[in-house]
């Protein structure tokens, strides 16, 4: 039950009275309303108990998402490669800090070498992309589902955009094929649309 509800049935009490007064009966639609609107609060008192305790396992839920999701990508420890046409894309996945941070070294070829950095924020999994643009995109993961073996990640923030139109990596999608192969596709955004996207297959070689 809801805040909402209890308003409601608030109102119909207080219709109940006004009906009760023009029938000349305000006494007892007065002691009527006085015992309802006791049992009200007491019923509210409860409600608003397990409003916060839904809350308090909505957010053990959300945490609990977000650690199911860091854990996953902390399989890929590794070496990966995938093939684009422009060449040879190279990924180093490294657990660092306790286990807490986990980072990519990025090898695109015609572009410098790039990192992206994965941790726990709380009840989220965040991202940073150190991007060759010279920005570096903060992104949010949505809710994992482990059955989907799909992660994704959408644009929060990012510093050092030149303005707001400039371009920038805006989403991050992995799909988990295997055990050694993974599929990611990162969204670049220029002048409020996307400019290009192209999903990659990579397969870990170590």
Not at 68 to 73: C, H, I, T, V, W
Not at 154 to 162: E, K, R
């Amino acid at each position: 039950m809801n805040r909402s509800r209890w308003i409601k049935i608030s109102a119909v009490v207080l219709v109940l009275m006004l009906i009760l007064v023009n029938a000349g009966k305000a006494q007892a639609s007065f002691r009527f309303v006085v015992s309802t609107l006791r049992d009200e609060r007491n019923f509210l008192a409860m409600a608003m108990s397990i409003a916060e305790a839904a809350r308090t396992t909505e957010a053990q839920n959300s945490q609990s998402k977000a650690v199911q999701a860091f854990e996953r990508l902390k399989t890929m420890s590794g070496h990966w490669v995938a093939q684009m046409p422009a060449g040879k894309v190279e990924i180093d996945y490294e657990l660092l800090a306790g286990g807490s941070v986990f980072v990519a070294q990025e090898n695109v070829p015609h572009f410098p070498r790039m990192m992206t950095v994965y941790h726990l924020d709380g009840d989220r999994l965040v991202l940073t992309h150190y991007c060759g643009a010279g920005n570096q995109p903060h992104m949010q993961a949505e809710p994992f589902d482990p059955k989907s073996k799909e992660l994704r990640f959408a644009f929060v923030n990012a510093t050092n955009l030149v303005h707001p139109g400039a371009g920038h990596m805006h989403s991050a999608v992995f799909r988990f094929i295997g055990p050694d192969d993974v599929t990611e596709e990162w969204t670049w955004y220029q002048n409020g649309k996307i400019a290009f996207h192209e999903p990659l297959r990579f397969h870990r070689m170590k």
